[in-house]
């Protein structure tokens, strides 16, 4: 399996759903055991998302993003955020996904391990 950029994606950016400048909108990272998304995705799942219960530390929903910043060239443009910590954290994960929290939680991009 490869990542995943959702179709939908690329028309929320041209519609400006989607503000990735620093004080722009929060972004959230949950991490998952198994992949429930597909190129036709749109929003948030938390099918298959990793347990938040027994001792795992683990936060329902994952983590916010912080400190984006943005970088374009004539040919691609990238997206950074700080460094996360899952602290304690007790879990295998096996896919990520990144979603808009002040969208409606539409997803960005899903990660494969």
Do not use: R, W
């Amino acid at each position: 399996m490869a990542n995943i950029v959702p179709f939908a994606f690329k028309g929320e950016l041209a519609s400006g759903t989607h503000n990735f400048a620093s004080g722009g909108n929060t972004f959230k990272i949950a991490l998952y055991t198994a992949n429930p998304y597909t190129t036709s995705s749109t929003v948030f799942s938390a099918t298959n998302e990793v347990s938040s219960g027994g001792g795992s530390n683990y936060p329902s929903g994952g983590n916010t993003l912080t400190g984006q910043s943005v970088t374009a060239t004539t040919a691609t443009t990238a997206i950074d955020f700080t460094d996360t910590t899952f602290s304690s954290a007790t879990f295998t994960a096996a896919f990520a996904a990144i979603y808009n929290t002040s969208a409606s939680s539409k997803l960005v991009v899903v990660l494969d391990f």
